[in-house]
């Protein structure tokens, strides 16, 4: 029954943001256009439920030359990649805010795993251990809550499995709030690959 409610909650979640913060959403977008060259938004292949594919949309916030299919905390010198602006944008996580679309059109859900990227084979290989590919993946999640960029593999996967076992309304109110906490002190954020000591 859940399933279905929280399907609800994400439609008329999704659309009172994308109503409400239209003229945010609209300030972003010229931002990113007049300041630097290229698209406004970043479409990347994502895998989403029982993993099928989808476009995941954010607003653009590196150099059009960045490779497109890397997670940022992998690339080399990702600081020289990433914008002025989509610096402000990432630190407080407005990029993802186009992501409004993608659950409004059932693509995401407001809670649940993080989509991984189509090339992330070990990341999706550990959550098939746990079920978690067979979930509409989330603008936020247990994960990212509890480490998000800073975790390794195997430990991010093992957050997706609990919330497979726990998903419930209160978990994802949960969830909710402690993300606006992690936002607001832009915590587990890791730009770049950093060598271990």
């Not at 059932?106 to 992330?120: D, F, K, T």
């Not at 070990?122 to 936020?140: K, S, V």
């Amino acid at each position: 029954m859940y399933p279905v409610i929280k399907r609800l909650l994400d439609i008329f979640c999704s659309l009172l943001g994308i109503l409400v913060l239209s003229p945010l959403l609209i300030l972003l977008a010229l931002l990113v256009k007049f300041t630097s060259p290229g698209p406004v938004l970043f479409r990347q292949k994502r895998v989403g439920k029982n993993k099928s594919y989808f476009e995941i949309l954010k607003f653009r916030s590196m150099r059009i030359d960045t490779p497109r299919d890397i997670p940022t905390h992998l690339l080399q010198n990702a600081q020289n990649a990433i914008t002025p602006v989509g610096r402000f944008l990432r630190k407080t996580s407005l990029d993802e805010l186009p992501q409004l679309f993608n659950i409004f059109a059932g693509q995401m859900s407001i809670v649940g795993p993080r989509p991984a990227l189509w090339n992330q084979d070990d990341l999706i290989a550990e959550r098939d251990l746990y079920g978690a590919n067979a979930l509409t993946p989330g603008l936020t999640g247990w994960a990212q809550v509890n480490g998000r960029d800073e975790l390794p593999i195997p430990v991010k996967a093992k957050y997706d499995g609990y919330y497979v076992q726990h998903q419930s309304f209160l978990l994802d109110i949960k969830i909710f709030f402690f993300t606006i906490k992690n936002v607001l002190f832009s915590k587990g954020i890791v730009e770049g690959k950093h060598e271990k000591p």
